[in-house]
């Protein structure tokens, strides 16, 4: 955490990198928190290109009206190399001067936590940072704005497809996202009732997998449920099909959720948490701290140091792993 002096007169926001459901209850929270406090608050449109274009727009509180329960992000979202090199970055913090931006909340992943970091050490761009992830890879917050929307978006998903898997006696293999995490996979595992869960961190070989799935056709299981997180790229699924046919002559059915996981109406806690952590982010800079992330720790809203948020991962929680093991028999 730092600390700065400057009274903040107008605030700038802005969602980026993977957009995740529940960023607008965020800005919602951020824009509406700002407000009350008699702080002008500036758009910046699409991320960090839009700060290195001056993609800059004023919000009121009627901006903000009907997106709570709206997914992905109303202020766009988006990518930029150019943002890893410093000569980019001190164009954009001249931009946000600029436009007489005194202190920025950024709604992003662990990306978007590093330019955010380093805008603060290069510039001394006062920010803060509310952890927006469909992923929950944020090392120091229990949950990220988008995990839980996701997880049971995925879960309806493998709802219906366990009904045709029953019907057809049928394996199959849903691919979920998360990149190199395996929280979402873990997580929809359990709930979901999945014979076997893939995770990028803790290894489990498709020999493993067979035996499971056999032993349980033994005991009269005729249909299986395997869930893999999609790695490094997405695809995965028909990897491990095609090793389960090659090693075993068995036939799996391959499902790629995809974006569908992205998208759709937040749920209830996602809109809870997103309030709460948008708060909590203007206050903080109104306090003059910065250069930190709000998170949550059970019922609790806590602060991680950006610097700290950004050192690490999450790794997949084992015991959900056994415990899907154990229930699935
Ligand atoms: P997320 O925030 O969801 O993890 P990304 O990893 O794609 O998404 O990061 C979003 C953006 O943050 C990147 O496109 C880039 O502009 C910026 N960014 C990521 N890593 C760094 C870094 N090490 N230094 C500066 N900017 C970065």
Same mark, same amino acid.
């Given at each position: 955490?730092?600390?700065? &002096?400057?009274?903040? &007169? ?20 951020? +824009? ?8 002008? @608050?500036?758009?910046? =449109? ?16 009627? #901006? ?14 988006? %990518? ?17 001067? *600029? ?12 990306? *978007? $936590? ?12 006062? =920010?803060?940072? @509310?952890?927006?992830?469909? /992923? ?11 995990? /839980?929307?996701? +997880? ?17 006696? %049928?394996?199959?293999?849903?691919? !979920?996202?998360? %990149? ?5 996979? *873990? ?14 961190? +803790?290894?489990?070989? !498709? ?15 005729? *249909? ?29 059915? !391959? ?13 209830? $806690? ?8 948008? #708060? ?15 998170? #949550? ?6 602060? !991680? ?25």
């Amino acid at each position: 955490m730092a600390q700065f &002096q400057k009274k903040i &007169q107008r605030l700038g926001v802005f969602s980026s990198g993977g957009d995740a459901p529940g960023m607008n209850a965020a800005i919602r929270s951020i +824009v509406r928190t700002a407000i009350s406090h008699q702080i002008e @608050v500036t758009a910046i =449109i699409g991320g960090y290109p839009g700060m290195l274009e001056k993609n800059f727009q004023p919000l009121n509180l009627r #901006s903000m009206a009907n997106i709570i329960q709206r997914g992905g992000t109303v202020l766009k979202t988006g %990518r930029s190399m150019e943002f890893h090199k410093p000569e980019y970055r001190k164009i954009a913090a001249e931009n946000l001067k *600029s436009a007489q931006i005194d202190a920025v909340v950024c709604i992003g992943g662990d990306g *978007s $936590f590093r330019g955010a970091h380093a805008l603060w050490l290069e510039h001394q761009i006062p =920010i803060t940072g @509310v952890p927006g992830t469909i /992923d929950n890879d944020i090392f120091g917050t229990d949950n990220t704005i988008g995990f /839980d929307t996701a +997880v049971n978006t995925a879960l309806q998903a493998i709802d219906k497809i366990r009904d045709t898997a029953a019907s057809h006696d %049928r394996l199959f293999i849903v691919e !979920v996202m998360g %990149r190199n995490s395996g929280l979402i996979a *873990s997580h929809v595992g359990l709930a979901g009732g999945a014979e076997i869960i893939f995770t990028p961190d +803790v290894p489990i070989t !498709v020999d493993q997998a067979i035996d499971k799935i056999k032993a349980g056709q033994a005991r009269g299981k005729m *249909s299986s449920i395997l869930i893999t997180a999609e790695g490094q790229k997405p695809g995965r699924a028909y990897d491990l099909a095609e090793q389960i046919r090659k090693k075993a002559g068995l036939e799996a059915k !391959v499902c790629i959720l995809g974006h569908q996981q992205r998208g759709g109406s937040p749920t209830a $806690f996602d809109r809870v948490l997103a309030s709460r952590l948008g #708060s909590v982010a203007v206050e903080l800079l109104l306090q003059g701290q910065c250069d930190i992330m709000v998170g #949550s720790q059970g019922e609790q809203i806590i602060t !991680v140091p950006l610097e700290t948020a950004i050192s690490k991962g999450k790794s997949t929680p084992r015991d959900y792993l056994s415990l899907a093991n154990i229930l699935a028999n």
